[in-house]
Every structure is written in structure tokens, then in C-alpha cells.
């Protein structure tokens, strides 16, 4: 099995060695998205509200470049500075995934977040043949 790298400037980068996502075969496995605003760098302002839709549209963009869709997701984890901001977090995370087929996820509290974010979220999906 080949696998791919896959960038796009339409999300974060970031400043650490990895790849935004390595597709491989019919799978795409997307590395943890910060709330990084991609045309300035920087964490977006609107506290975990606004930080969890920037991830998931950088994560969107991320699935696009791989030719899937936020549809085709499979595994959501979420690492989050504080479990109080969950119900916060998943009004967000409701309106991309809704509610009637979700993608299976773990969600958990983690100390250290990069650059002082409220939350991380990673993605695995599978991409249409």
C-alpha cells in the first residue's frame, strides 16, 4: 500500500514536523488540528465555540484536498483543556456531523495543549474509490 501526503493551504500547518494528513490506501488519517486560523496563523478568537468550528473547517478542507468529505468520517478524537466546555464543544460538533449516524469518537481531557488552545480534534475517514 502507497501512501500519500496530503496539504492544503486552506488549514493550519503548523510549525512542527508532520503532514496534515497521510491518505493511505482508502483510508485518510488526519493529524490534530489546532484552532489556527490558516490566512493569519494565529488561534481564532470565540473561545471553544469559535475554536472547535475552526478545526473542523480546517479538518474539512483537509478531507476536501483528499478527495472525501466530513461525511466519510469514521474516528473523532477530541483533546480538550477542560471537560466543563463538552456541551460548548458539541453544539459545534453537532451541526457538522448532526446527530443520526456520527462518526465513533473519544473525548478526553489533556493538560498542554500547543499554543494555549482549548481543544485539539483528529480525524480519521475513508475516502470514496
Given at each position: ?28 488519517f488526519c493529524s490534530g488540528q489546532l484552532p489556527?486560523?490558516p490566512e493569519t496563523g494565529q488561534i481564532v ?76 480534534i483528529e480525524l480519521t475517514a475513508f475516502i470514496?474509490?
Open positions: 500500500m502507497e501512501k500519500t501526503v496530503i496539504h492544503t493551504d486552506k488549514a493550519a500547518s503548523g510549525k512542527v514536523p508532520l503532514s496534515q494528513a497521510i491518505r493511505a490506501g482508502e483510508w485518510l489556527i486560523d478568537p470565540g473561545g471553544v465555540s469559535g475554536q472547535t468550528r475552526r478545526i473542523i473547517e480546517n479538518l474539512k478542507a483537509v478531507c476536501e484536498e483528499a478527495g472525501t468529505s466530513l461525511a466519510n468520517a469514521v474516528k473523532v478524537t477530541i483533546f480538550m483543556a477542560d471537560l466543563d466546555d463538552l456541551k460548548e464543544m458539541n453544539d459545534v460538533f453537532e451541526e457538522y456531523f448532526g446527530t443520526a449516524d456520527p462518526p465513533a469518537r473519544t473525548t478526553f481531557q489533556a493538560g498542554g495543549i500547543i499554543a494555549g488552545a482549548r481543544l485539539e470514496p474509490q
